[in-house]
């Protein structure tokens, strides 16, 4: 079957330490896997896109990376704050004709000042 | 913020009520998804619309349905509601080229926290 998978458990870490998060998937090959973030109560906001035929981006203090053959991704908060504390969510594109996303059902981070 | 706005913030409702749930895309955009989130769970795919015409639909039945508007506004409708439809709905626009193309990234409301009684 089809499964999308992050860690259930809460990341806990201390301030200014790198924050790992990631996203194992099987029986899917997406085009495309994308990662937000989404604080409670509110929608998921987009941070970071990366293709099947990238292996790492980066942006500020984020850092993606995708090996489509262990099909995971590791998503990477360096210099970490508490203004990071929030549930980052995977989600799989897989460029089929409707262009939805897959999501995983997220990782809740919390970053102890 | 995205630009993309939904209506109504809350909603409570009671078993077998019907429900209309609204969307407004950020400007220049063309396609909306529309998502359901259950608490604790990721957003799954309900379906999307594309210059008014259904394109692409995941696993809910028939009493969830949807239109786009010539604006590319959106609504959501639900039938018959169930208890287990208590959930977070977020719309989501993104920009379709010509060719059907997307431009990969979706755009989300802040969603609608909709409550079956």
């Known amino acids: 079957s089809q499964k999308i998978e992050q860690n259930s458990e809460a990341l806990n870490i201390q301030e200014g330490k790198t924050a790992t998060l990631t996203c194992n998937y099987t029986?899917?090959?997406?085009?495309?896997l994308q990662w937000y973030r989404q604080d409670p109560g509110r929608g998921p906001v987009f941070l970071l896109l990366i293709r099947e035929n990238e292996k790492e981006k980066r942006k500020e203090r984020l850092k993606v990376t995708f090996d489509t053959t262990l099909k995971q991704s590791l998503f990477h908060i360096t210099a970490s704050q508490p203004a990071d504390s929030a549930t980052y969510l995977c989600?799989?594109?897989?460029?089929?004709?409707?262009?939805?996303?897959?999501f995983g059902s997220g990782t809740r981070l919390l970053v102890r000042p | 913020e995205t630009g993309v706005t939904q209506s109504p913030t809350h909603l409570i409702k009671t078993r077998g009520q019907q429900v209309t749930l609204r969307c407004s895309s950020q400007?220049?955009?063309?396609?909306v998804s529309w998502y359901q989130q259950a608490l604790g769970q990721g957003p799954q795919f309900i379906f999307q619309y594309y210059r008014e015409e259904e394109n692409g639909r995941g696993n809910f039945p028939p009493r969830f349905s949807g239109l786009q508007f010539p604006n590319y506004s959106s609504e959501l409708n639900v039938n018959a509601l169930e208890l287990d439809d208590s959930a977070l709905y977020l719309c989501?626009?993104?920009?379709?080229?010509?060719?059907?193309?997307?431009?990969?990234?979706?755009?989300f409301g802040p969603g609608t926290r909709l409550t079956v009684l």
């Open positions: 989600a799989l594109d897989m460029m089929d004709s409707s262009y939805k996303l897959i």
């Open positions: 400007s220049g955009h063309n396609t």
């Open positions: 989501a626009s993104s920009l379709a080229l010509a060719g059907g193309e997307s431009t990969d990234t979706q755009y």
């Open positions: 029986n899917y090959s997406p085009a495309y």
